[in-house]
């Protein structure tokens, strides 16, 4: 045989005892159960009164800012 075959020889039983050992794995295991939805509360209709607006500033991940519109404050509350 020549190196070539070797490591294809190689090859093949590795993926047969991975593929054996995943199989085995999965039958041993019960499948996890289905997760519930989030809730989401809204945190802005805590902080603040109707008719207030807000800041609305956003950060670079999205989130926007829960303080009132022209706060004094030097920092933003993102929620």
Not at 46 to 66: A, F, Y
């Amino acid at each position: 045989m020549s190196k070539m075959d070797n490591l294809r020889a190689m090859r093949e039983a590795r993926y047969e005892r991975a593929a054996a050992r995943a199989s085995q794995a999965s039958s041993t295991k019960p499948a996890p159960p289905p997760m519930e939805p989030a809730r989401v509360t809204p945190a802005v209709a805590l902080e603040t009164e109707p008719g207030e607006e807000l800041c609305g500033h956003r950060n670079m991940s999205g989130r926007t800012c829960t303080r009132e519109r022209g706060h004094a404050a030097k920092s933003h509350r993102y929620s």
